[in-house]
């Protein structure tokens, strides 16, 4: 253990956080770690050194571990590692099985079952790679995988196949490769940074990629994808603000699942990336008992702009192996876009989308608005159920120039 628990052990955790206000803005707290001096709880390092990673730092913080989680954090370190920041563990509800942070960040056994369907690599991403650690999907940008490390892991992570290296998949990114295929290719105009956790590379180290991309003339547009500021604020630090703001323009995607994740500490380290004029969008997983009803999405929604966030993506859980007890169903998905929809602010209304299973890429999906469309006219309608007729221009057609494609579904 990176620790010791002395002194420790009169501490009772907070519970009942389920019942708690979901649009209420409240600090993580400091629990099992009262006694560390500020400077340490607040230092990035520290929390990545003081992590959760075993089971037994795990059984004494969570006594109340449930037998499947205790056979899955038994395995987990030969499928995803465990990993959590103490910052995070913090929001965990002891007392609630079903905690939706629980869900996220402790191993279950249920993660050993693998479907038929289920795959490695959902995304098709190794073989759009063609150099390791960039994905070339589509035809204006990359995937640029910066490292394999996360501050903390997700059970039903993507790239579990590479992130913590737990199955031995011994990602080795050369930067100076990735670089030259970006510099060889004049139609790459935008650069998705990701892994793994780009924030956790040290501001140096961040600082000189960026400045190799921006010297790329046809490098226009650059973007972070980050879990960072909702695992670990405690490194959105003034110094890597004022470092990422030379780099304009720089957008960044966040990755908050529930309204929980977003306490007093994560609101203000957004802030921090907003006053430095980084453009935030958040990606959401849709995962069962996490964030599967229009109730808790659109407390998290309405939060996320109270954060500065504009939210982005709701992603339909890839077909990750083992990860079934996780998803939620497309009808919930459905669902919340129906009860979302008209009912709050448009800026807090986010793309649900599939990724295609195999490298097809995003597919938005919607409730369906059109109920009839011909030459003259479409009927649609609203929110409210009411239908509506709209007059088409005369442009003489009901065909629009989208792909043709065959109704036919392979394997299965
Ligand atoms: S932070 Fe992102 S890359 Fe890391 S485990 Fe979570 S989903 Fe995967």
């Not at 180290?205 to 695992?231: D, Q, Y």
């Not at 003259?376 to 239908?387: D, L, S, T």
């Amino acid at each position: 253990m990176n620790e010791s628990l002395v002194g420790q052990v009169d501490y009772q955790p907070p519970s009942g956080s389920g019942s708690q206000n979901l649009k209420e803005f409240r600090s993580a707290g400091r629990g099992f770690w009262s006694h560390i001096p500020d400077a340490d709880w607040n230092d990035w390092r520290w929390q990545m050194k003081n992590r959760i990673t075993k089971l037994d730092q795990l059984l004494k913080y969570l006594p109340t571990l449930t037998p499947e989680e205790y056979s899955g954090t038994l395995l987990a370190n030969t499928k995803l590692a465990m990993g959590i920041t103490p910052y995070f563990f913090n929001l965990i509800d002891p007392s609630d099985e079903n905690c939706p942070i629980r869900r996220q960040v402790i191993p279950r056994i249920e993660e050993t079952n693998t479907a038929a369907w289920e795959m490695s690599d959902p995304c098709g991403e190794d073989s759009h790679s063609p150099v390791e650690g960039l994905v070339h999907r589509y035809p204006d940008r990359v995937l640029f995988l910066v490292t394999d490390r996360c501050a903390s892991y997700c059970r039903y992570c993507t790239r579990s196949r590479l992130v913590s290296n737990a199955t031995g998949y011994d990602f080795h990114p050369e930067y100076d490769k990735q670089i030259a295929y970006i510099a060889a290719h004049p139609e790459i105009r935008d650069v998705l940074l990701s892994g793994g956790d780009p924030l956790l590379l040290s501001d140096e180290k961040l600082e000189n990629l960026l400045s190799r991309l921006r010297a790329i003339p046809h490098v226009e547009f650059l973007r972070i994808g980050t879990r960072i500021p909702i695992f670990l604020p405690q490194r959105i630090t003034p110094e890597l603000t004022a470092m990422l703001r030379k780099f304009h323009p720089l957008f960044m995607s966040v990755h908050s699942n529930h309204p929980r994740e977003l306490t007093t500490e994560v609101r203000d380290a957004l802030g921090r990336l907003a006053d430095a004029g980084i453009p935030l969008g958040n990606q959401s997983v849709l995962l069962k008992d996490v964030n599967d009803t229009p109730e808790v999405m659109k407390a998290h929604v309405q939060k996320l702009l109270m954060c500065r966030v504009k939210p982005y993506y709701i992603y339909q859980c890839d077909l990750i192996s083992g990860s079934a007890h996780l998803r939620a169903s497309v009808r919930q998905g459905l669902e919340i876009m129906e009860q979302l929809r008209g009912h709050t602010t448009g800026y807090g209304v986010p793309q649900y989308v599939i990724d295609a299973p195999g490298g097809g890429g995003k597919v938005p999906i919607n409730p369906d608005y059109i109920l009839k469309r011909d030459g003259e006219r479409i009927i649609i309608r609203n929110f409210e159920g009411q239908v509506f007729e709209y007059p088409e221009a005369p442009d003489g057609s009901p065909e629009v120039s989208s792909p043709r494609f065959d109704v036919a579904v392979e394997g299965r």
